[in-house]
């Protein structure tokens, strides 16, 4: 039997990006399997092509209260230039959760 997944919001990312880089667009909060999840869109707004990226989610309450950080690495893309990608799965996150900020991990070549 497949899940039903509950959409419970969504919204433009808030938060301030680079320019010429990977950045998200919009998010959506799912309930599935009866576990909250997030789901990211990115933008890759440069002049390369990803093949991996790794970031970490850090879950903020209502009050902006720190609840958890969810590290996320992401791998045999193909995310080309002035594309848009959204992952098959969302991230699990705490129940409380209703904001994140998204932090990038930038590693050496």
């Known amino acids: 039997m497949p899940s039903v997944q509950q959409h419970i919001s969504k919204g433009l990312y808030h938060y301030s990006q680079l320019d010429s880089f990977i950045s998200v667009k919009d998010?959506?909060?799912v309930r599935s399997d009866n576990r909250k999840c997030l789901?990211?869109?990115f933008s890759n707004d440069s002049d390369f092509t990803a093949d991996?990226?790794?970031?970490?989610?850090?879950?903020?309450d209502s009050a902006g209260n720190l609840l958890g950080k969810t590290k996320v690495f992401r791998e045999n893309m193909n995310f080309a230039p002035g594309s848009?990608?959204?992952?098959?799965?969302g991230i699990v996150v705490q129940e409380y959760c209703n904001d994140f900020k998204i932090l990038f991990t930038f590693l050496p070549v």
């Open 52 to 60: 991996s990226m790794e970031y970490t989610i850090v879950q903020l």
């Open 27 to 29: 998010y959506m909060f």
């Open 39 to 41: 789901l990211l869109r």
């Open 84 to 89: 848009t990608y959204t992952a098959d799965d």
